[in-house]
């Protein structure tokens, strides 16, 4: 059974950076595409960013394209999500999750089935 935890989170001040990761164990990585989601207080969860499972096709939210940078390592069954220009809009939890998909991806949450449980990161000065 996958499971997934993600790690990096923290407080931060606006401007600066921070690299999540999401680790995974149980099963591989290398058919599914994944996904980085967050939620912010009292506001429902929304999509960040997607990579494919190649990592060939990757996909940003306006809110944070140019930001925020998505990549993997299927050899180390990680994927990671450097932030940075951080700002306190992007206070949130943050989780990864997975989806069996043969190319390209979605940050739409319908289809994943494994998720981590999070990682907070807050942005504050």
């Known amino acids: 059974q996958l499971q997934l935890v993600e790690s990096g989170g923290g407080l931060v001040q606006p401007g600066g950076s921070l690299k999540l990761s999401c680790a995974a164990s149980g099963s591989t990585l290398n058919y599914k595409a994944i996904g980085w989601f967050r939620q912010a207080p009292g506001a429902e969860r929304e999509g960040v960013s997607c990579?494919?499972?190649?990592?060939?096709?990757?996909a940003y939210d306006a809110s944070v394209k140019g930001r925020f940078t998505i990549s993997r390592d299927n050899a180390k069954n990680t994927v990671y999500l450097q932030m940075n220009s951080l700002k306190p809009e992007d206070t949130a939890v943050y989780y990864c999750?997975?989806?069996?998909?043969?190319?390209?991806?979605?940050?739409?949450?319908?289809?994943?089935?494994?998720w981590g449980q999070g990682t907070q990161v807050t942005v504050s000065s």
């Open positions: 999750a997975a989806v069996n998909r043969l190319s390209g991806c979605s940050y739409a949450e319908g289809g994943y089935g494994y």
């Open positions: 990579i494919s499972r190649t990592g060939a096709s990757t």
